[in-house]
């Protein structure tokens, strides 16, 4: 036996030979290096001396090959703990060998300190469930709509998950120019007391980072003789970046408390934190501004239903009244062949019958498209056409394409465009209209726009006509927006003024049918 154990001495790992009973025959020198156990002081004694399983399951395992040898593998051992001659215990892993001798059966029990493996193992257990947890307050996050109650989820976040109880977000106040503790977790609240207030005036390490963007691990902060509070409990601390938002804060009592793991989770979270605070903030804005929309569209409405009701009657009055006179003059002063005064009266009300008519077809135009069709771009160009003074302009249609638009609506977005043109283009302009790949153009051969003017022409009440309500581009404007479109004026190749809506969802000929 002595033998035996002697050729396993160059073996690093602690060794022991085992008979049927359980008893400890002999060792190798790694059982005293290893374990700090002589060899002499193990001989004889029983296995369950050297090893236990706190569980029972591997220690039955155990006793189950001492009766029944069966060779065991070290890749497939039994995990058990060993216990140091000076009462310490390590994680272990058993490989099991079984011989003969004599006509009895032996087992060669080899314990490898299995520590450093399952401390890996843990520590890849706690990445994994730590970046679950993520994954899930992320998607917890993503669902709130108020940026108080995302920052107490955050705060909370790092308690539970990350296990750093001591946790405060400071948000920027605009007004104040200040960094203003907003939330906290009790533990801050017990360990630091009051919360300050960070400004430009007085150096600190969480002013620096919402300036600069970086974020900051400040390892032992009683090493940094110019830390905002020298007499501060927080030992080690995390400062984290929100954006424009303000800072998280993560401390704790004793210095370097923070793993390469926790800093790099506590970056991740806090740069959901403010993807979220963007969103919210985002929506906040969308929905002010659809109030501030409908608001807008009510006065629009409210002055057209007075445009309507209360102008147009005193219009038609003062027109009616106008063709009275004209009527008695030419009654009673037949060689009165000079009316120009009259004519000018009745193109004043003309145009200002023109203005009510574009006003009230304004304040309909940015109500939302809710039903579309297929609809033939070349067939709604032609019936524009046709409902326009087009004197002897051209249309040309270079193609067609089936558009899912309001037919209704897409029409006043072409006459209004036809009108356009012939007024400054001429009588004889000639107007082409095409597809584009994800829309539609409208150009002509006119004078063009000017560039410096070409982002004021939807606007209302521009105009280079004289005689225009600067109506017209605002019409075609809100109606492109009404269905979702974009429209934007550019030169065409003949110089002339070219129109192109964009996307505007296609229609598959073959199924137009079904539609």
Do not use: C
């Not at 009588?427 to 063009?448: I, Q």
Request: hydrophobic share 40%; proline share 5%; aromatic share 6%.
């Amino acid at each position: 036996m002595e033998r035996f154990t002697g050729a396993l001495d160059g073996t690093p790992d602690p060794v022991v030979i085992v008979d049927g009973d359980g008893v400890v025959r002999a060792g190798n020198r790694s059982v005293e290096s290893v374990l700090g156990y002589a060899p002499g002081d193990v001989e004889g004694t029983s296995l369950d001396r050297i090893l236990y399983d706190p569980d029972g399951a591997a220690g039955r395992a155990l006793d189950r090959y001492v009766d029944d040898p069966e060779p065991r593998s070290l890749s497939a051992g039994l995990e058990m703990y060993a216990r140091r001659a000076d009462g310490s215990e390590i994680p272990v892993r058993l490989s099991l060998g079984p011989f003969d001798r004599s006509g009895e059966t032996y087992l060669v029990v080899t314990i490898v300190d299995d520590g450093e493996e399952r401390a890996q193992q843990a520590e890849l257990h706690r990445r994994t469930q730590t970046l679950e947890s993520l994954h899930e307050a992320t998607q917890d996050l993503l669902k709130t709509t108020d940026r108080e109650v995302a920052a107490e989820a955050a705060v909370a976040y790092v308690e539970e998950v990350l296990g750093h109880p001591i946790a405060g977000i400071w948000l920027y106040d605009a007004e104040r120019d200040a960094l203003e503790p907003s939330v906290w977790t009790d533990a801050a609240d017990d360990v630091v007391g009051e919360h300050p207030t960070f400004t430009a005036d007085e150096p600190s390490i969480s002013w620096e980072v919402f300036e600069s963007g970086d974020p900051e691990y400040v390892a032992d902060t009683h090493a940094d003789p110019e830390r905002y509070n020298p007499d501060s409990p927080i030992r080690s601390e995390l400062v984290l970046p929100l954006g424009r938002y303000g800072v998280i804060n993560v401390g704790a009592t004793e210095p370097d408390a923070f793993a390469d793991s926790d800093l790099a989770v506590a970056r991740l979270w806090a740069a959901t934190v403010t993807m979220v605070f963007v969103r919210i903030e985002r929506e906040r804005q969308l929905r002010e501004r659809e109030a501030e929309i409908a608001r807008e569209r009510d006065r629009l409405a409210e002055f057209a239903s007075l445009v309507s009701h209360d102008l147009r009657n005193p219009l038609n009055v003062a027109a009616g009244n106008l063709e009275l006179v004209r009527a008695r003059i030419e009654e009673d002063h037949e060689e009165i062949a000079d009316l120009t005064e009259i004519d000018a009266v009745a193109r004043s009300l003309e145009r200002m019958e023109v203005l009510i008519e574009d006003v009230l077809t304004l304040a309909r135009q940015g109500e939302t498209i809710d039903e579309v069709e297929p609809v033939s771009l070349a067939a709604v160009a032609e019936e524009s056409w046709a409902g326009v003074d087009t004197a002897s302009a051209e249309l040309v249609v270079a193609d067609d394409r089936l558009l899912r638009a309001d037919r209704s609506r897409l029409r006043q977005i072409l006459e209004n465009l036809f009108a356009n043109a012939v007024v400054h283009g001429g009588d004889a302009v000639r107007v082409t209209v095409g597809p584009l790949d994800d829309g539609f153009y409208v150009e002509d051969d006119g004078p063009g726009i000017a560039e410096n003017r070409r982002d004021e022409v939807f606007e209302a009440g521009v105009s280079t006509d004289p005689e225009g309500t600067g109506f017209g581009l605002k019409i075609v404007a809100e109606v492109t927006d009404a269905h979702g479109w974009s429209v934007s004026v550019d030169e065409a190749d003949g110089g002339g003024a070219r129109f192109e809506f964009r996307g505007v969802d296609p229609v598959d000929a073959s199924t137009a049918d079904s539609e």
